[in-house]
């Protein structure tokens, strides 16, 4: 069983366009995030919920919307894409917010903005 | 803002032989470090972490050295099999402050040649 599932796993489409990443974890966490990894891998926090409450938001553009309808659940909507949104984004989830918590990462999806 | 570095963004190895993948921080107040390994395809997968209470940590095959005189950290991976290759991640953060302000380094690529 996948613990952190995201779709879709591949996400072409045009600038201006909008478009949503869905995630969702089995395994009962209370915190979930998103973050977002570059072409040079750089993993950078976006997004951060606990229990279905905005805990952060890393001076991501307001184009992105995060959204948690349950706290098994984070989904990602972006609003007129640009080019530079091209990227893998990452769901993970961890039991808590405490710093020692081990976070567990959806397998991202590739987002290609043409 | 804070940032994690690596000394070597590649890192060539002969199966069997052992590794070791450096990390430099700079946040003197980081009282805890992680290590992900990524896959090709995948999310980042936490493999050990270690306090700053501690200069050393085994796991199963690695072991992690922490130097908070230098601000170093190091992976060491012994008898390396072709399941290793993957990037590789430290994090740091201020416990204090949640997963919200894990910082990843910027990776090193570790390739086994059989």
Redesign the interface.
């Known amino acids: 069983d996948t613990a952190?599932s995201q779709t879709p796993k591949y996400l072409v489409t045009q600038m201006g366009n909008d478009k949503s990443i869905k995630c969702e974890q089995n395994l009962g966490h209370d915190?979930m995030?998103w973050y977002k990894q570059d072409s040079?891998?750089?993993?950078?926090?976006m997004f951060?919920y606990n229990n279905k409450e905005l805990?952060?938001n890393?001076t991501v553009p307001n184009r992105f919307s995060p959204k948690s309808p349950d706290k098994a659940h984070l989904n990602l909507h972006i609003n007129s894409l640009e080019l530079g949104d091209s990227a893998v984004y990452?769901c993970?989830s961890?039991q808590e917010?405490?710093?020692?918590?081990?976070?567990?990462?959806?397998?991202?999806t590739q987002l290609s903005v043409l | 803002g804070e940032s994690v570095g690596l000394h070597l963004p590649t890192l060539s190895v002969q199966e069997g032989d052992n590794s070791i993948i450096n990390c430099a921080y700079s946040n003197s107040a980081s009282d805890y470090f992680i290590w992900y390994k990524q896959e090709s395809g995948k999310g980042p997968q936490f493999i050990i972490d270690i306090r700053s209470n501690m200069d050393k940590r085994q796991g199963q095959r690695v072991t992690v050295l922490l130097n908070k005189t230098v601000k170093h950290l190091s992976l060491q991976i012994a008898a390396t099999q072709p399941g290793d290759s993957a990037v590789y991640f430290c994090a740091e953060i201020e416990s204090k402050f949640g997963n919200e302000k894990l910082t990843f380094g910027t990776g090193t690529r570790l390739t086994i040649i059989p």
């Not at chain 1, 040079?40 to 926090?45: A, D, N, R, S, T």
């Not at chain 1, 917010?97 to 991202?108: I, P, Q, V």
């Open positions: 952190v915190t995030y040079k891998k750089f993993l950078k926090i951060s805990i952060i890393e990452f993970a961890s917010r405490a710093g020692t918590e081990k976070l567990f990462f959806g397998s991202g």
